[in-house]
Nanobody
Framework: QVQLVESGGGLVQPGGSLRLSCAAS????????MNWYRQAPGKQREFVAA???????NYADSVKDRFTISRDNAKNTVYLQMNSLKPEDTAVYYC???????????????WGQGTQVTVSS
C-alpha cells in the first residue's frame, strides 16, 4: 500500500555533506512517523533519526550534533541533512514510515530500498 523512494546517497569526502530524501506514496490514511535507519556491512541496523508527525524530532547520540531531519507534510517527504560526515557514517541508509493504512488506528511499517552513503577520501 505504501512505497518509499529514497535518493541523495553517494560518495563524499570526510567533512562533507549529503542530503537524503524519502518520498512516500500509495494508499494510507495517516503517517505517524517518518524515520531513518542505517546499516553498515557486518553490523546490525541502527536507528538514526525520527520525526513523528505529532511530535518533535529525535536523534541517535552518534549523529545528533551533525544530522538534521526535516519533513514536508504536504509532500509526504522526509529529509536527512548530514553534515560533517565521518567514515563511520558509511552505511546503507533506509527510510522507514509508520502509517495507519485504513484509518483503523493500527499501524504498519514500511521500508525504503536503501541508499548507499560512502564517506571516504
Amino acid at each position: 500500500q505504501v512505497q518509499l523512494v529514497e535518493s541523495g546517497g553517494g560518495l563524499v569526502q570526510p567533512g562533507g555533506s549529503l542530503r537524503l530524501s524519502c518520498a512516500a506514496s500509495g494508499t494510507f490514511f495517516r503517517i505517524y512517523s517518518m524515520n531513518w535507519y542505517r546499516q553498515a556491512p557486518g553490523k546490525q541496523r541502527e536507528f538514526v533519526a525520527a520525526f513523528p508527525f505529532s511530535g518533535s524530532a529525535n536523534y541517535a547520540d552518534s549523529v545528533k550534533d551533525r544530522f538534521t531531519i526535516s519533513r514536508d507534510n504536504a509532500k509526504n517527504t522526509v529529509y536527512l541533512q548530514m553534515n560533517s560526515l565521518k567514515p563511520e557514517d558509511t552505511a546503507v541508509y533506509y527510510c522507514n514510515v509508520v502509517v495507519d493504512a485504513v484509518g483503523s488506528g493500527r499501524t504498519r511499517n514500511y521500508w525504503g530500498q536503501g541508499t548507499q552513503v560512502t564517506v571516504s577520501s
